[in-house]
């Protein structure tokens, strides 16, 4: 009424009407619906808005995280999984390809917020969770689909790549979940779709074998790789790759060997073996530039060779070689020669400067007899001369970390001065062979005449003088001793190399199934030498002759040489020994020493008289253990071993038995060494067996079969039970001195043993008792049975015993060293009495 001018209705209500007359009569929108100011009718909110009260005079854009696809609506929808929703959003949006849901956020607004799908997974579009790829498929990161696997390649559920197949599987179509293994022992390639090769670990017997043959049998075409060797797929026999440090013969042989170090570091093996895949001629294409041979222990460079296992020098000229030979020979007898002379000149011990070591040396001398330590030093001297040549005669194979420090002191013990001075490949082994059986020989042949020399200066210088053959007969005896002990010393170092021409190495040539082993043996002394003899016959050895010999002929030379030396040192030697024993036998018996029982002690001064021989008997044991084995083929060298053993526990026993020392502590060092010297021998053979058994087959195998879980054990049980047999031998050895000091004996103060009663020649008791038989007779029985129990060996005259002719009472006394008188009552009144008191003055 009265209105100027039409008013409209205010926003949030609506009218059609034309007669209102107040804004009450105007309509509120109702919930879903807006309208604005002066609106006739309500609208629906759009997509994407709402309102949820009436009288709205607009609509309210969905919030971030909702949509809404419809009009006139009161709320909005929750975004759906797998979309964004933006503000005033009026559809879900779904995120592209390759990305999913952030489940991170509370609301997704873009796709921006939308994160790409892992590796190994696919999300279409709208995925609000990735999927994992299948097996046989693969993907990367933002992958909307799974991609199938290439023949040759699988994969696990979840996988962003395929994996190829290793090496002896294949797989041969597309999508494979997994590989499949080759039929044994069948290999491939890595990625092969297909098995047509022998597996890595085993190697083609016959490469000339085609794919379809191999595979109808593959077990007789494909055979396990040998020990040492590297197979890979589609190896076959020749190309056996050699790893450095291992040779082997020809590229028909499955036998690699370790290359030794031959004197030099733990790595010579491997520079001069360099291995490979090519056996070029008899597997020189094994060895590195410059050296050849079994090994490739030879200089390939004519008149070179080995220094320290890895180098080649050149040879010296034969004649200066033989001089500096003949001139170390020469020096070392005048130097021993000179020291003896020294050594006898008493005037000098009062001198300044050579008195005081001269007079060390007789107080040395005499602690050492007071000790017995001539018998003590021969016993661990021999001791040690059987161990050093475990490796060399026994093809012992110990620890090196064991062996290692005995190695080092045998170098030191038993130089070869024939390989010093006249080296393998610079003269042949012949020659080496008679300079190092010789030179010793020369020595002694030179001390012994410069004590024939002495004698005659000295015959020459006296005026009266006695028969020539005296003078050389006595200066033969002064070093007679020192010629001995030169003997003792190189017996059996010597000995072991005459029998070392029979010591040959064998090689594997070719050990192809159905067919016989070929094998190439080679001199360990001179691996130059091709063997081969009736009684060491070698197969198929003329391909090789013409290589490393002019053929077998040259060994059977070196046999034939080393047989003479054989009569030469070990059964000269022998021979000598037992006519030396033999000789002496009657004076060490009845106690009279001779210059040549005395020149001898060396052999028999530490026994009793009764095993007077027992120096032979060891000499012989020392002969067989260091060389006599050796004519047992290499093949066989554990046999050796066997033998070994059982000489060892039969002298032990016999030892134990005959206790043929004079000290009861020198028995028990003998016993005592050679149980040690057995233990090593059953340890030498234990881990020889346990290599053997562990490269021919395998470490379980070994374990298996021998009980031990590697050769280190064994070792270590052998020290226990060496130190075990030290230890009783140690109690035995006080128990028995205690013992032996209770018994009540005359002793000597310097030495604290009995003294050795000898007699002079034609003497035949050391003591006369004279008595009278009345009064005297029981007294002097008791005399004679003490002094035997205080002096054993003394030799008592006592008429009940050794009377045969009263006449010859003067004769008795005559052959005594001394008189007893018992002068009991009515001796001077006796008849026996006046032929005693003359003979006594």
């Not at 693969?138 to 197949?165: H, Q």
């Not at 090769?197 to 396990?224: F, N």
């Not at 064998?506 to 159905?514: I, Q």
Request: net charge negative; glycine share 8%.
């Amino acid at each position: 009424k009265g209105a100027a001018a039409a008013l409209p209705c205010d926003g949030g209500t609506y009218s059609s009407a034309t007669d209102n007359d107040e804004q009450g009569d105007c309509v509120p929108a109702a919930p879903g619906s807006f309208a604005v100011t002066g609106s006739t009718q309500q609208t629906p909110c759009p997509k994407g808005s709402y309102t949820n009260e009436p009288k709205k005079g607009e609509c309210t854009p969905c919030s971030s995280g909702t949509y809404q696809d419809e009009e006139g609506k009161t709320a909005c929808k929750p975004c759906k999984a797998g979309s964004y929703c933006q503000k005033g959003a009026a559809a879900a949006l779904p995120c592209p390809a390759g990305k999913r849901s952030n489940h991170s956020l509370d609301v997704m607004t873009s796709e921006d917020d939308c994160i790409v799908c892992s590796a190994g997974t696919f999300c279409p579009t709208g995925s609000s969770n990735e999927t994992k790829c299948a097996k046989g498929y693969n993907s990367s990161s933002g992958a909307p689909f799974c991609a199938a696997c290439p023949p040759g390649f699988s994969s696990e559920e979840g996988s962003e790549y395929c994996t190829e197949c290793l090496p002896n599987e294949y797989a041969e179509y597309h999508g494979q979940s997994q590989c499949i293994p080759c039929h044994y022992p069948l290999g491939s390639n890595a990625g092969s779709s297909s098995c047509s090769v022998c597996k890595a670990g085993y190697y083609l017997h016959d490469w000339r074998a085609d794919v379809q043959t191999i595979t109808q049998s593959p077990t007789e075409h494909c055979r396990d790789c040998p020990p040492n060797a590297n197979c890979s797929a589609n190896t076959t026999l020749e190309t056996l790759w050699i790893p450095s440090g291992h040779w082997r013969a020809s590229p028909n042989s499955t036998i690699l060997y370790p290359c030794r170090n031959f004197g030099g570091g733990d790595s010579s093996g491997e520079v001069r073996c360099a291995g490979g895949a090519f056996a070029g001629t008899v597997g020189d294409g094994y060895c590195s530039s410059n050296f050849t041979g079994p090994e490739c222990q030879l200089c390939s460079a004519s008149n070179h060779y080995l220094v320290d296992g890895e180098k080649c020098k050149e040879c010296a000229s034969p004649a200066a070689s033989a001089g500096r030979l003949a001139g170390v020979t020469l020096g070392v007898t005048i130097a021993c020669g000179i020291l003896a002379w020294a050594f006898r000149m008493q005037s000098w011990r009062q001198r300044s400067c050579i008195g005081p070591p001269l007079r060390f040396i007789d107080r040395l001398i005499l602690w050492s007899v007071a000790i017995g330590l001539q018998a003590k030093l021969k016993i661990l001297f021999g001791f040690y001369q059987v161990c050093i040549v475990l490796s060399t005669t026994y093809s012992a194979r110990l620890p090196e970390k064991y062996t290692g420090w005995t190695d080092q002191i045998a170098e030191a013990v038993s130089i070869d001065m024939s390989a010093v001075f006249l080296p393998v490949q610079c003269v042949s082994f012949s020659l080496r062979l008679l300079a190092y059986t010789l030179s010793p020989v020369g020595v002694i042949a030179l001390l012994l005449l410069a004590g024939v020399g002495l004698r005659v200066m000295r015959w020459h210088a006296t005026s009266e003088r006695p028969r020539l053959c005296d003078a050389v007969r006595r200066g033969i005896l002064d070093l007679t001793p020192p010629g001995l002990v030169l003997i003792f010393c190189f017996v059996p170092s010597v000995s072991a190399f005459i029998f070392r021409s029979w010591s040959c190495q064998a090689y594997v040539v070719s050990d192809l199934p159905d067919e016989d082993v070929e094998l190439i043996k080679f001199m360990k002394q001179d691996p130059s030498v091709v063997c081969g003899s009736p009684a060491m016959p070698v197969w198929s050895v003329d391909r090789y002759s013409t290589r490393y010999g002019e053929d077998e002929e040259e060994h059977k030379d070196i046999t034939d040489l080393a047989i003479f030396l054989l009569f030469v040192w070990p059964f000269g030697s022998l021979v000598l020994f037992s006519l030396l024993l033999g000789m002496c036998y009657k004076a060490m018996q009845t106690n009279t020493p001779t210059d040549l029982s005395r020149a001898a002690s060396f052999l028999h001064k530490e026994y009793e008289v009764g095993w007077y021989w027992w120096e032979a008997l060891e000499l012989l044991r020392k002969i067989v253990l260091t060389g006599v084995v050796v004519l047992i083929p290499e093949e066989r060298a554990f046999l050796r071993l066997v033998i070994a053993t059982l000489i060892c526990s039969c002298y032990a026993v016999g030892l134990a038995v005959a206790t043929p020392f004079k000290r009861i502590e020198d028995d028990m060092l003998a016993v005592a060494t050679n149980l040690v010297l057995l233990i090593v021998f059953l340890g030498a053979g234990w881990t020889t067996l346990f290599n053997v058994i562990e490269e021919q087959l395998s470490h379980e195998r070994a374990e298996l079969i021998l009980g031990w879980p590697d050769d280190e054990v064994i070792i270590i049980i052998m020290m226990v039970l060496i130190g075990a047999a030290l230890g009783i031998f140690l109690v035995g050895a006080i128990v028995a001195a205690r013992r032996v000091a209770k018994v009540p004996t005359i002793r000597l103060v310097a030495t604290k043993q009995a003294p050795e009663l000898t007699l002079t020649k034609g003497m035949t008791w050391h003591l006369f008792l004279s008595h009278i038989w009345s009064t005297g007779q029981d007294a002097v029985a008791v005399i004679k049975n003490e002094l035997q129990q205080l002096l054993p060996g003394i030799k008592i005259f006592l008429d009940v015993d050794d009377l045969e002719d009263i006449g010859a009472l003067e004769s008795y006394i005559g052959r005594s060293l001394g008189i007893l008188f018992f002068l009991s009552k009515g001796y001077f009144r006796s008849k026996e009495c006046p032929p005693a008191s003359a003979v006594t003055p």
